[in-house]
């Protein structure tokens, strides 16, 4: 579903991203680990072109992504992604958050946009907030919305910028087990950047540890997070289990 070959990506004189390739298939569940400034954002945002690589390629689905307009348009109408913030329109309603780009985007009409917005509402447990505004929802339950309104737009792929690094550990719950339901039951392509270690042990097919601008190992959960095998890995999670 994503194929990234020899991706380098610089800010200026500053390497980013140094020769990394990763492949993502159908129905798997790919979760990034790593220290901060490791590049498991920047990654993310290549994907969708949020970013642009300078060297490398990328492929979503089979389709090689370009940099028009046009070409950006199209491979980002396969892919939804979820940040940190969750960017909600504050002036409007749940319900028109989650319909206003089936609309401007897919072209769907009223009542068929409403009907897939009502379902996923559902979907994550918040059938009864369609007519509030964000600013009366909680972080996790905004951080719900926001996954709503990212699959109403039936992506292939769905990418996940640490979805819980701005709730309080509370709230955190209640995003994680919407997401593990997508993964297990549904079986969404996700590719999630987060350090909740837990939700990496029980939804992800595979964790991949970036480190230097590179991807420093990669496994199943068993494999990379109970027993890494680079110096890098095993001096990260050392420095979780301390904490």
Known sequence: MVQMRDIVK??????????????????????????????????LRC????????????????????????HLNRVRSRI??????????PHMTVMENIVM?????????????????????????LAEKATAYPDHLSGGQQQRVAIARALAMDPEVMLFDEPTS????????EVLQVM???????????????HEMRFARRAADRVVLMADK????EGTP??????????????????????
Do not use: C, W
């Not at 939804?80 to 909600?88: A, D, E, I, W």
């Open 214 to 217: 590179q991807i420093a190992e």
């Open 180 to 194: 593990k339901t997508l993964a297990v039951d549904d079986g969404m392509t996700m590719v999630v950047v987060t």
């Open 101 to 125: 780009a089936q609309r401007d985007v897919l072209g769907r009409g009223k009542k068929e946009s409403q009907e897939r917005a009502v379902h996923l509402l559902e979907r994550v447990g």
């Open 47 to 70: 994907i969708n072109g949020l970013e642009q690589i300078q060297s490398g390629t990328i492929t979503v689905a089979g389709e090689e992504l370009t940099y028009s307009e046009k």
């Open 222 to 243: 068993e494999q990379v997070l109970d027993n890494p095998t680079s110096e890098r890995g095993r001096a990260f999670l050392a420095e979780l289990s301390d904490e």
């Open 10 to 43: 610089r800010y200026g004189h500053t390497t980013v991203l140094d020769g990394v390739n990763l492949d993502v298939h159908q129905g798997e569940v790919v979760v990034l680990i790593g220290p901060s400034g490791a590049g498991k954002s920047t990654l």
């Open 166 to 173: 701005a709730l309080d550990p509370e709230l955190v719950g």
């Open 80 to 89: 939804g992604m979820v940040f940190q913030s969750f960017n909600l329109f």
